[in-house]
RNA sequence: GGGGGAUUAGCUCAGCUGGCUAGAGCGUUUGGCUGGCAGCCAAAAGGUCAUCGGUUCGACUCCGAUAUUCUCCA
C-alpha cells in the first residue's frame, strides 16, 4: 500500500466513525510561549483539553506535521544513526472532547489495524497503566477489560509510569495511556525471544505504533492530581512507522517516504545507500533533516540565530556537516532536494509546492554561510594544532571553537582522531553546561497554580468596539522570572485589551476598583487561547466590578501602523509583483516592520511608488468594511489575502480597504484616512529572498517630518542660508581636502627648514652626535623629526622637550647602533629626566617619551640630558 | 533573553603580553619587459585602525558604552 493511500484510508476509517477531517495545524508554533513547534497531533487541541475552548465537532481526525528535536525519547544528535527516529513525522490522530471514551478508542484502533491495514494479529501487542502506588494512581483496569475481550492475555503487558502514563508537561491535563505494538521480527528471532519481552525496550523491530490517551486528571502545581470534569481521548500513531509496518520492511527509511529522497540523495552525491554505515547514516540524516528544514520554511519559518529560527538552523547545519564529512560535499546540495519532496508531498501538503521557490533559496544562503563558517573552522583548528605540541587538546579550546565559531565538536574530534591528537570531552561537556546553566538561569520562569476569584467562562476579546468594559476577574497567578520579575497574570470574564498576536502588540491600558484603586496593565498576551493580562500589582479587593480602559492614544496608532501594514502589502504586490507574500510582521504604537519574500533590493524609485501607492488609499478615505463572520473558502473565494503558516479557525474576520481585502485578528482604523500619512524609513535584507520593510505613520511620521525639517534648517542656517545647500557641502568638501592638502604640503617644508635648523645645532660629544632643544612641536611631529633626523645622521642622540596644552613633554631618541653599542636605553633615560617636569616614561631603547605637568622644568631636563653621553 | 567573538587599505586578512614612523596578498594607477593559461619586473596611490568616552608619558593594542555582524545556549 502506497504511504498516501495510507494515510488516506486513516481518515476515511474515523470520517465513517462521525468524525471530521481537520487540516494538519502549522508546524511552527506561533503565539504559545511554552512550545516552539508541534510535537505531538494533541498541540492544536491543548485549549480544548485545557476547557479554554469549545470544538466545532466532539470527534476530530487528523494527520499532524510534527517536529522533536529534543526530549526523552530523541534527541537530535540521533537521527540517523538508527533507523526509525526522526525530526519531523506525520502522526495520525482521533479525538475525543469530552464525547466516546476508552471503549470506542480501544475497539475502533483494532478494528483499523487487523481489519482495514490487515495487519496479522499475532504480531500485535498491547500495554496497559500498571498504576502507582507513589502518587496513589490505580491500574487502568478499565482498559485492561476492554483489551481481554479482544487480545490473548499473554500479549497485554503493564507498563509503568514512564511508558504509560502521559502527560503534558508539569501542570495540566493528563492519564493514563495504552499503547499498541508491533513485533517484526523473523520466525527465527521470536523463536528465541519472545516479543512481549522486547516490548519498550528500544528493539527497532519491536516498535510502538499507536499511543492511546485517555485524559482523565489535571495535574496541579504541587504535583497532585484532580479529576476532570470531562474525559478526552487522544490518540497518536507515527505514519512513518505504520507505513514501514504495511510496506513489509524493516526501516522506515525503506518506505515510499523516504525512498525518493534517498534515490536523489544518490544521484547528487554519487554515493550509494546500503553499502556503507557511515555513508547510510549520513544520507539518513539528510533525508530526515531537508524534509524539517522545507515544511518549517514552508510554514513561516527561517533559519535565524534566535528561539525556533535557531533550531532550524540547527537542523540544517547538521545535515550539512554530514554531507560535508561523509559525502564529500564541499558545495551547497541541501536545496536540490526540495523539488523531490515537493512533488512527493506537495498532494497532501501544498504548502510546500506554493513556497517551493522561497525553500530553495533560503535553503541554499543557509548552506552557503554554513559552508564559510566550516572553512574558518578549519583554518582555526589547524592554528590550534599548531599551538599544541603536546597533541592533547584542551576540552575548553574545542568548545571555543564551538561556541564563538560555530565549528561543530563532532567533526573538531573527527579531524583531531585523524591527526592523532586526543580531545578533551569531558571538559568540553562541563563548559557547555556552564553555558546552558547561565542561559537557564536567565530565562526561568516560576508560575504559580492559578487561584479562582469569580467562576464562568472568559468571553474572550470584545475590544473591536469598544476600549473600555466593566469585567470581573476570574482567576489570576503569579510568575516570576529573571527578566520581567514578579508579575501577576490576570484573566477576565471578557476584556477590551488586545493579546499580542498577529504581529500587533497586546494592548496596555489600567483596571479601575469601583473604589477609584488603578492598577496598571503592562501586558496582555495569549496563552493556548486564554488572555492573560500582565500587571505589576494586584488589586485590594479581587471581586468586585472593575473598568477596564485600554490605553487609546496607543492603540489608535498601533490600528494605523496595522491598517498601513495592509496597504503596504497590497501595494508591494502591485508593484512588485504577486509572487510577494508576508513573511512576517510586526505592528508597534510608534512603527510597522513588514517581511516579505522578494528576490532583489527595493529600488528608490519602487519605494517611491510603494509610498504613493499607500498614501493615495489614505488620501481617498477608505472607510472599514469588517467582516467577523465568514467561512475561511467565502472568504478566500472573495479575494482575501490568508498567510501560509497561519491556523484559522472554522470563522475568520475579513478586514477590507477598498481593494485590499485580508484574514486578520488585529485592530484597525475606522477609515483610512485616520493613517494621515505613510513614510518608509528604511529596507534591507533579513535572509535570501526575504527583504524588510520598516515603516512609521501618523503622529510618528508626523514627527519624523519635523525632525527632518528641523536638521535641514539648521544645516541651511549653519551654511548660511546658500540657494544650493548640497552644492554648498560640496564645495566644503572640495575645500576641505584641498586644504588639507596644503597644510601637509607647508607643514612639510617647515619641517624641512626646521630640521636643516636643527641639523646644524648637533654637537659632537665624545663620539656622539648630541642634541638637547626645546621645540614648538606635537608629539607626533617630534617623533617624526626625531625619525628622519635619524635617518640622515649616525651615532645621534636627541632630546627634544615641548609644551603642550600646559603639559610638559620630553623625547628621547638614540640611533640603534649607539643605544646598543653604549647600552643607552631611551625609555631609561627620558625616565629619570621625566622627574624635572614632575611626570613619568618609558619607550623602547632607541624612542621614548615622557609627559609631565611642571613645562617650568623642560629646560633643567634638557640641561641634564649632556650627562648620559659624557 | 543570556554568554563569547569580530570590526585595520577597494577585497581577504596579519599586527603576540601597550612603545619597531600601521603591514601582507589580491586589486587599482604609472613605467618598463613580454606571444597566452591569474604574464613578469619596478614604482606609486590608497587607512578618522567601526563610533564615542576613559586609563596612560604613550592606545590598533587595556577598560566602558554604542552600532553593525558572526556564533553558541535558552
Not at 31 to 46: E, I, R
Not at 122 to 143: H, K, Q, R, T
Not at 304 to 328: C, D, E
Request: with cysteine; proline share 3%; charged share 30%.
Amino acid at each position: 500500500m502506497r504511504s498516501q493511500d495510507i494515510r488516506k484510508h486513516f481518515l476515511e476509517f474515523f470520517k465513517s466513525k462521525n468524525h471530521s477531517i481537520v487540516p494538519s495545524a502549522p508546524m511552527v508554533i506561533k503565539d504559545d510561549p511554552t512550545l516552539m513547534f508541534t510535537n505531538a497531533g494533541m498541540n492544536q487541541f491543548k485549549e480544548f483539553f485545557l476547557g479554554n475552548g469549545t470544538p466545532v465537532n466532539s470527534r476530530v481526525t487528523d494527520t499532524q506535521k510534527c517536529l522533536r528535536v529534543s526530549g526523552k525519547h530523541n534527541d537530535l544528535e540521533e537521527v540517523g544513526k538508527d533507523t526509525y527516529h526522526h525530526t519531523m513525522f506525520e502522526m495520525l490522530g482521533n479525538w475525543s472532547f469530552g464525547d466516546y471514551f476508552k471503549k470506542e478508542a480501544i475497539e475502533w484502533a483494532w478494528e483499523l489495524l487487523t481489519e482495514v491495514y490487515k495487519i496479522d494479529k499475532e504480531i500485535l501487542y498491547v500495554s496497559v497503566f500498571e498504576g502507582n502506588e507513589e502518587e496513589e494512581i490505580p491500574v487502568d483496569g478499565e482498559a485492561l477489560e476492554l483489551w481481554k475481550k479482544i487480545v490473548p492475555e499473554d500479549r497485554i503487558i503493564f507498563g509503568n509510569k514512564k511508558d504509560n502514563f502521559w502527560e503534558m508537561g508539569d501542570q495540566g491535563p493528563c492519564g493514563p495511556s495504552s499503547e499498541i505494538h508491533v513485533d517484526l521480527r523473523s520466525e527465527e528471532e521470536k523463536a528465541k525471544i519472545p516479543g512481549r519481552e522486547l516490548v519498550n525496550q528500544d528493539h527497532p523491530l519491536v516498535v510502538e505504533i499507536w499511543n492511546l490517551v485517555f485524559i482523565q486528571f489535571n495535574r496541579k502545581a504541587d504535583g497532585s492530581l484532580e479529576k476532570l470534569p470531562a474525559q478526552h481521548v487522544d490518540t497518536g500513531m507515527g505514519f512513518e512507522r505504520l507505513c514501514m509496518v504495511l510496506q513489509g520492511v524493516k526501516s522506515n527509511y525503506d518506505t515510499d517516504v523516504f525512498t525518493p529522497l534517498i534515490k536523489e540523495i544518490e544521484k547528487i552525491t554519487g554515493s550509494t545507500y546500503g553499502k556503507n554505515e557511515e555513508t547510510d547514516i549520513a544520507i539518513r540524516v539528510i533525508a530526515d533533516h531537508v524534509r524539517a528544514v522545507a515544511f518549517a520554511i514552508a510554514d513561516g519559518q527561517l533559519p535565524g540565530s534566535t528561539g525556533a529560527g535557531y533550531v532550524i538552523r540547527r537542523i540544517l547545519r547538521r545535515a550539512i556537516r554530514y554531507g560535508f564529512t561523509f559525502l564529500n560535499q564541499k558545495e551547497a546540495f541541501v536545496y536540490k532536494l526540495v523539488d523531490t519532496l515537493s512533488k512527493q508531498m506537495g498532494e497532501a501538503f501544498p504548502e510546500l509546492r506554493a513556497q517551493q521557490n522561497l525553500c530553495e533559496n533560503v535553503i541554499r544562503e543557509e548552506e552557503n554561510s554554513f559552508l564559510r563558517t566550516l572553512d574558518q573552522g578549519l583554518i582555526l583548528l589547524d592554528q590550534i594544532m599548531q599551538e599544541t605540541p603536546d597533541k592533547k587538546v584542551s576540552g575548553k579550546k574545542a568548545f571555543e571553537l564551538y561556541d564563538t565559531f560555530g565549528f561543530p565538536i563532532d567533526l573538531t574530534a573527527l579531524i583531531l582522531g585523524e591527526k592523532g591528537y586526543s580531545l578533551d570531552q569531558k571538559e568540553f561537556e562541563e563548559e557547555l553546561q556552564k553555558q546552558k546553566d547561565r542561559s537557564r538561569s536567565a530565562s526561568k520562569v516560576i508560575s504559580g497554580d492559578w487561584q479562582e476569584v469569580n467562576a464562568g467562562e472568559t468571553e474572550g476579546f470584545v475590544g473591536y468596539d469598544t476600549l473600555e468594559a466593566e469585567v470581573k476577574i476570574l482567576r489570576y497567578r503569579k510568575v516570576k522570572s529573571k527578566k520581567e520579575g514578579e508579575l501577576y497574570q490576570l484573566v477576565f470574564d471578557k476584556t477590551p485589551f488586545y493579546p499580542e498576536g498577529g504581529g500587533q502588540v497586546g494592548d496596555k491600558g489600567v483596571l479601575e476598583s469601583e473604589s477609584g484603586e488603578v492598577i496598571y496593565i503592562t501586558d496582555t498576551r495569549k496563552e493556548n487561547n486564554l488572555i492573560i493580562h500582565l500587571s505589576k500589582d494586584l488589586p485590594q479587593d479581587l471581586s468586585g466590578t472593575f473598568k477596564a480602559v485600554v490605553n487609546a492614544a496607543r492603540r489608535a496608532r498601533t490600528a494605523a501602523n496595522h491598517s498601513a501594514t495592509h496597504l503596504l502589502h497590497q501595494a508591494l504586490r502591485n508593484v512588485l509583483g504577486t509572487h510577494v507574500e508576508q513573511k512576517g510582521s510586526m505592528v508597534q504604537s510608534d512603527y510597522l516592520r513588514f517581511d516579505f519574500s522578494h528576490f532583489s533590493k527595493v529600488t528608490a524609485e519602487e519605494i517611491q511608488e510603494i509610498e504613493d501607492f499607500v498614501n493615495t488609499r489614505i488620501a481617498h478615505k477608505l472607510p472599514l468594511v469588517e467582516n467577523r463572520e465568514m467561512t475561511y473558502e467565502e472568504a478566500i473565494n472573495d479575494g482575501a489575502i490568508a498567510l501560509f503558516g497561519e491556523k484559522y479557525g472554522d470563522k475568520v474576520r475579513a478586514i477590507r480597504f477598498g481593494d485590499s481585502i485580508e484574514l486578520c485578528g488585529g485592530t484597525h482604523v475606522g477609515n483610512t484616512a485616520d493613517i494621515w500619512h505613510f513614510k518608509i524609513i528604511s529596507e534591507g535584507a533579513v535572509a535570501s529572498g526575504i527583504r524588510r520593510i520598516e515603516a512609521i505613520t501618523s503622529e510618528a511620521a508626523k514627527d519624523y517630518f519635523v525632525s527632518q525639517t528641523e536638521v535641514y534648517s539648521e544645516i541651511r542656517a549653519v551654511l548660511k542660508n546658500p540657494k544650493d545647500p548640497v552644492k554648498a557641502v560640496m564645495n566644503l568638501q572640495d575645500e576641505n581636502t584641498e586644504l588639507k592638502k596644503q597644510v601637509e604640503a607647508l607643514l612639510k617644508d617647515k619641517a624641512k627648514n626646521l630640521k636643516g635648523d636643527l641639523k646644524n645645532e648637533i654637537k659632537e660629544i665624545n663620539g656622539v652626535n648630541f642634541l638637547a632643544k626645546k621645540v614648538d612641536l606635537d608629539a607626533g611631529g617630534i617623533k617624526d623629526l626625531s625619525f628622519q633626523l635619524g635617518d640622515e645622521t649616525d651615532n645621534l642622540f636627541l632630546i627634544f622637550g615641548t609644551e603642550q596644552n600646559g603639559k610638559a613633554l620630553l623625547s628621547c631618541y638614540i640611533s640603534k647602533e649607539l643605544a646598543a653599542e653604549k647600552d643607552l636605553h631611551a625609555g631609561k633615560i627620558v625616565k629619570e629626566l621625566g622627574k624635572f617636569i614632575q611626570g613619568g616614561g618609558g619607550g623602547q631603547p632607541f624612542y621614548a617619551t615622557a609627559g609631565g605637568k611642571n613645562p617650568a622644568g623642560i629646560n633643567e631636563a634638557l640641561q641634564n640630558a649632556e650627562k648620559y653621553i659624557k
